[in-house]
């Protein structure tokens, strides 16, 4: 028997359970076709603007730093901005997205804009969000050609372009999108729910930022 | 109202360690009860709640005691125990001694329902917001682990506690952290159960009060027995000691 | 890794006696308990999600054979291999072979207790395979030589020092007069070296926090963001994961998450919460070639249908040993194996077998405190002592207590004659103590009069006092 056909046997001699039990089935495919949304924290459930808030609120309680910009048109000269205010060089890297293509770069003279998945030596990585979570302040990221995930770790500054219209209150509703998106049972190779910049706690329970993701994480909120 | 609701008979189950290490917890108990507009009855059939043998993995024996706790208590409009563990036992753990003896179940959990712990059945049961006693002093109170979890005894000794006249409550840090005693716990394991009394003293030297009280005496002797190997002049008595106004004689482990 | 439970007895006199460890165990017993207090403070449907995630794997568990099927399928349909492993054995035999196939030299490995319970390290190396653990507090122990002593911070029984020490010896390629006085130049050291070992690793080996079975995902949670480098870099991934982490779908995902890190740090979310499907896709232009998925089972299957059930409900978030005196007393080297704490004594005994785990459930004060934090509301208490129970029936507590026992059983079953006998005893203990009111050694009583007085009983019960006090006011009434 193999490990796989001896392992199921024990579960359901242990449950006193046969395999073609028709009403667990049909529970256990019900479940799946049809997610009950369980426990929503009342937190989040907010009017669009309440969301952008809170997210940002709460994004910046978790040591994210948030910037706002009225058009996407507007996005490079925010990056621009954070990178001379961090002394950074005037370089970034980013995926294929092309909300992210269709930017003024051309704008920014002095900025270098590589294309691709990281290499391990970018200062600064920018992403575009898939969605983000008000209820935690947390981004959702989806990898892929248009973001690839390496962005989001490698570089040591990590920024995030957000549009103020994808913020959702609660984290089901925001899976729920990916869902959608990409087809029921269809995930990207990586979903990437990010809150804050990377951080340890391992020696003497002091937290401190940076551990081996990006030491800062700036979201630009686009819209709000 | 009939005559037996308007004086409700109470069983007062008196613990095993009361019984033999402190009488003073029982008088006391009976005159809370009694005050609260009760008659006590102490069934002499009683023993112990059985809280040994349980926590040991003696499922046998335990139920053989918990049945004679049951037909000697079973009778009574409530059982009160001066004590949140052994309540707890009684309340929480007895009817799943019985689980699929439908007969045992039902009185299990018949009795289970009139069990109550001494503080909060004067304040929840018999609506006793002041005993009228005096205890000039500072005093630090420790919620014992299965009171406060089992039977969410927090609130109601303080209530008591404060309308005790000349007393003062130092809140005791970590109140509701474990003192380490745990029944055969502290000989099994005397080693861990002594560095954790030991966190428990610091903290009670730390409150300033000159009295530590607590509802369970197994915690009591524990802490007391600690403080007097420290040479602490912190004295330990029973909550309802002072609840009933009965601190006169010496407090636990004995003075100086 | 060697089982040292059975000697949990000594195990914790000596953690009692090593001062650095005493020391570093402060930092538990204070901040964990604060910030979670904090973050479950600040969210009034924790309650709720707690009863909300335990009918979530309670369901699974009912169906899991169910639902680890609809997993398995949804990795297939996404470009993933499942390899079903019965035993730690098994385990380690899927991913040597994974390994050897992929030609790989170096590993690198994300946070995982259950890469600890299979031993793999050890395993790996002993094949000429070298493992690198990523996870900051994981990388410390390795380079001691140790196991975690906590599943969610694995060096915290280590003081900063140590630390240093440990890096001075190990970096030696670096300039021995470098400032390594605090953490924060600690972690940045510790940083540099592993970022190349990330591109040097040929597999990545990650656990997984949920496996879910609506979309074949699996889950890990992370503050530093090893894990994602580790399983985004190298060729292959290789997630190792128990066959109780299913959750059915991204939903139930979402509302078990609520309640771990709120649990386990105190924060509202961990930095990296991070959904794996599948290896890298034609659209992707990053992460890996290959994706597997070991499913363990190792005596999980076991605990099903039992009264170690609820067990497989835990998320590994450490709240039960944060909140525990025992632990906070000890650390969790003493418990003597991969999981420590309240946790570890339920599920230690099913793992490792109760002739050898036995102390676990039985060093317990039984406070409670581990089960009114538990996200999962795990009864923990009283999974422990129905391991006493099966200590009992077996036979395996030591003759003495189990002698005591029955001698004060006879007794307790018995009301006249435990009468009889407290009415005698009491008050002959009295005389032959002089009737003290403390006694500092008593003979069978060692274990307690080591460390504290015993406070003396009076000379007569409550009951015989009582007796005569209810004679004497009849008698007045009459």
């Known amino acids: 028997m193999s490990g796989r056909e001896a392992i199921l046997a024990k579960v359901r001699a242990s449950l006193k359970a046969q395999p073609e039990d028709g009403p667990r089935l049909a529970a256990v495919e019900r479940r799946m076709a049809k997610p009950p949304r369980g426990v929503i924290p009342a937190r989040g459930q907010l009017s669009p603007e309440g969301r952008v808030e809170l997210f940002a609120s709460l994004a910046e309680k978790f040591a994210t730093t948030v910037a706002r910009v009225r058009d996407p048109a507007d996005v490079p000269e925010a990056v621009a901005a954070y990178l001379r205010s961090r002394n950074l060089p005037s370089a970034i890297r980013l995926g294929a997205d092309k909300r992210l293509a269709g930017m003024p770069w051309q704008g920014q003279r002095a900025m270098e804009v590589r294309t691709g998945p990281s290499d391990g030596n970018d200062e600064a990585g920018v992403s575009h969000a898939f969605a983000a979570v008000a209820e935690t302040g947390t981004l959702v990221l989806v990898s892929g050609r248009d973001n690839p995930s390496t962005v989001n770790f490698l570089p040591e500054h990590h920024i995030v372009v957000l549009n103020a219209g994808d913020v959702d209150g609660d984290l089901e509703t925001a899976l729920a999108k990916v869902r959608k998106s990409f087809g029921r049972g269809k995930m990207p190779r990586t979903v990437n729910l990010i809150t804050g910049p990377s951080r340890s706690g391992d020696i003497e329970q002091k937290i401190i930022l940076g551990a081996h993701g990006p030491r800062a994480l700036h979201v630009i909120l686009v819209g709000a | 109202m009939d005559a037996t609701m308007a004086r409700p008979r109470v069983g007062l189950f008196v613990t095993c360690l009361v019984d033999l290490f402190r009488p003073v917890v029982g008088f006391a108990a009976v005159k809370l009860i009694e005050d609260s507009g009760c008659t006590v009855e102490v069934p002499m059939a009683q023993t112990c709640c059985g809280q040994p043998a349980y926590n040991s993995g003696d499922r046998l024996d335990t139920r053989r005691i918990a049945e004679n706790t049951i037909r000697a208590f079973e009778d009574y409009d409530y059982v009160v125990a001066p004590s949140g563990s052994c309540a707890g036992m009684l309340k929480k753990h007895y009817p799943g001694l019985f689980k699929g003896d439908p007969r045992w179940e039902t009185r299990a959990a018949a009795f289970a329902a009139k069990v109550h712990e001494l503080v909060t059945f004067l304040t929840d049961v018999r609506g006793v917001t002041d005993t009228g006693a005096d205890h000039h002093g500072s005093v630090t109170y420790h919620d014992s682990c299965s009171g406060l979890r089992e039977l969410g005894i927090r609130d109601q000794p303080r209530a008591l506690l404060a309308k005790v006249d000349g007393l003062t409550l130092n809140e005791l840090q970590d109140a509701d952290v474990c003192c380490g005693f745990g029944g055969t716990f502290c000989v099994k394991y005397s080693d861990i159960s002594n560095a954790i009394v030991s966190q428990k003293t610091e903290k009670i030297a730390a409150s300033g009060a000159g009295t530590l009280l607590a509802g369970d005496l197994g915690c009591l002797m524990n802490m007391a027995g600690k403080l007097k190997r420290q040479g602490s002049a912190v004295e330990s008595r029973h909550v309802a000691e002072v609840l009933a106004g009965m601190t006169d004689g010496p407090p636990i482990g004995g003075a100086g | 890794m060697q089982i040292t439970s059975p000697e949990f007895k000594a195990n914790s006199r000596a953690a009692l006696a090593d001062a650095q460890l005493q020391k570093a165990l402060v930092n538990v017993r204070t901040g964990f308990i604060e910030k979670r207090q904090k973050a479950v403070d600040a969210l009034p449907e924790f309650d709720r999600l707690r009863d909300s995630a335990r009918d979530i794997k309670n369901h699974v568990l009912e169906n899991l054979d169910l639902y ?363 005389f032959a103590t002089f009737g003290r009111k403390r006694l500092a050694w008593l003979p069978f009583a060692g274990g307690w009069t080591k460390f504290r007085d015993l406070p003396m009983p009076e000379s007569r019960t409550f009951m015989q006092q009582f007796r005569d006090r209810d004679a004497t006011t009849k008698q007045a009434a009459r």
């Open chain 3, 68 to 430: 680890l099927e609809a997993y398995e399928k949804k990795v297939v349909q996404s470009g993933g291999h499942v390899h079903w492993a019965q035993t730690a054995e098994d385990a380690r035999g899927a991913i040597l072979d994974i390994c050897r196939k992929a030609n790989a030299r170096v590993v690198t490995k994300g946070k995982s207790m259950i890469t600890e319970e299979i031993a793999l390290n050890d395993f790996l190396e002993s094949h000429g395979i070298t493992p690198v653990e990523t996870d900051l507090g994981e990388y410390i122990i390795q380079l001691r030589g140790e196991h975690p002593s906590h599943i969610i911070a694995p060096a915290v029984h280590l003081n900063k020092e140590q630390v240093e020490e440990d890096f001075r010896r190990v970096h030696d390629h670096l300039a021995p007069g470098r400032d390594l006085s605090e953490p924060e130049a600690l972690l940045g050291e510790a940083r540099r070296v592993l970022r190349s070992r990330y591109f040097e690793a040929d597999v990545g080996i990650t656990g997984a926090n949920f496996l879910v079975a609506e979309t074949g995902t699996s889950i890990i949670v992370t503050n530093e963001g090893n894990g994602d480098l580790t399983q985004i870099l190298p060729r292959v991934h290789i997630v190792v994961a128990s066959i109780e982490k299913i959750v059915p779908t991204l939903e139930d995902a979402s509302q078990v998450l609520r309640v771990l890190a709120r649990s386990a740090t105190g924060q509202d979310m961990s930095v990296y919460t991070t959904l794996s499907t599948g290896p890298r896709r034609a659209t992707d232009v990053d992460g890996p070639d290959e994706y597997h998925v070991i499913l363990l089972d190792n005596g999980r299957s076991a605990m099903l249908g039992t009264e170690f059930q609820d067990m497989l409900r835990c998320i590994r978030c450490g709240a039960c040993m944060n909140h525990c005196p025992v632990y906070h007393a000890v650390g969790g080297h003493a418990y003597g194996w991969v999981y420590p704490g309240p946790m570890g004594a339920v599920l230690t005994p099913s793992l490792i077998g109760v002739a050898k785990g036995g102390h676990l459930p039985n060093a317990s004060t039984f406070c409670g405190r581990c089960e009114s934090v538990c996200p999962m509301k795990i009864p923990l208490p009283r999974m422990m002592r129905h391991w006493r129970e099966r200590e009992f029936e077996r036979g395996l507590n030591p003759g003495v207590a189990r002698y005591g026992l029955s001698f004060w059983a006879f007794f307790a079953r018995r009301p006249k004659l435990y009468r009889l006998a407290s009415a005698i005893g009491i008050p002959l203990l009295s």
